[in-house]
């Protein structure tokens, strides 16, 4: 079977009686079933009904004594509840629930409650904002009542205050205030509506016109200066608002200025601290090589690790770094020697072009250990060497490779030339430097 409730709400009045019925489908009898109709939760029973007569323990206490079984149609499969003296607390949704042995089936149907309270009271309470107010009030009504105003005429006034309360069995009263500032309205109607029932109370009081503020010039003449310095502050207050924001945007726009030339102004300092330091580099390197070919004029040519030179003539040059060893390359113009220099404690080697005292090529510093040998190689072509103990002492004259006093110093390196370390400061009696000879060699 199954069971079947009522689709629409089921209405009662406040004090009167509410049947909940339910309907088996197919119409069987219902005497030997276990009924029950109950709230949101099954132990919330309204009326309990089993092995053929009412069961009492389960029951909620509101409901004790003011439930019955419609009974007479249990076997046909219709069974009811009747509530009596309905309250408003009985207004909500509710399940009837039917089992016979193992199986049972429920349904759901919904009751409303409504009641009417007593007829609206309507008073004149005094002159308030250039009109009368009136109150309208009413109790015992359900569900929350609508309160509407109207004039002689059946227009709604719309803006009126309103205001509900509710008491200890649920029921609720309202008061609703109208100020009526048409002196030539006479009568106003206060009615209240049960939205459930559809049925209304209504009242009417009529406001004499000497009850209405009277109208003198001084006010006219006062409502027509306000209006008009209400406009002018309103155009004062455009006005204001419009040079103050153009005021800031100007000031705005010279802060930005501002902090332009301030960049521009640090940006031109660091410029001028980085030319400054670079000048200060570019001085030192100055000051560095001049030294430096100060030395070479002083101390003779020692060097670190083979030297290539190419064919003369050149003046331009250029140094890199083929193996273990030092390729210098000159492309054109006249030069008659290249200068080499080491600084052993200031691990400095620099190569300088003996005509014109320019500076070639300087390896980064470096820390020397032990001793150190030079080593020239000619690398092809019909170049002479000559290895002078001073720079500008040659004439340009080559060294004969057959003269005894060459063959030590040109010893290779780890043949006895120990002496060559440079770390001794200036050449000595046992320095390998060459003298100039006016014998030639050939390389």
Sequence with gaps: FRVIGPLDPIVAVLGGEAVLPCFLFPAVSAEDMELRWYRSNFSEAVFVYQNRQEQKEEQMAPYAGRTSLVGDLLNQGYAAVRIQRVQASDSGLYTCFFRKGGFYKKAGLELKVAGVGSAPQVRITGPEEDGVRVVCMASGWFPKPQVQWRDLSGEKFLAFSEAHTQDAEGLFSVEAAL?????SVGNVTCSILNPVLGQEKAMAIFIPEPFFPQASPWKVAFSVSLTVLVILLLGAGCYTKREHSLKVQEMREKETLCQNREQDRQTKE?????????QEELERRKSAYLAAWRKAQL???KALCPLSLCHRPCSCWECSCLGSGIHIVRDSG?????????????????????????HIFSFPQASFSGTLFPYFVISSGDVSLTVCSKVGGCEGLPVALSNPSLEEPASLPGVGFSSGSGADGLPGAESPLLPCSPEAVSP
Excluded: I, P, W
């Excluded at 100020?179 to 002196?183: A, E, L, P």
């Excluded at 006249?334 to 320019?358: I, K, P, W």
């Design 334 to 358: 006249e030069s008659r020697g290249v200068g080499v220099f080491l600084d052993h404690q200031a691990g400095d080697v620099s190569f300088y072009n003996m005509t014109d005292g320019s």
């Design 299 to 301: 101390y003779a040519v």
């Design 179 to 183: 100020v009526v500032r048409d002196s």
């Design 270 to 278: 660091e410029v001028l601290k980085d030319a400054a330091k670079l």
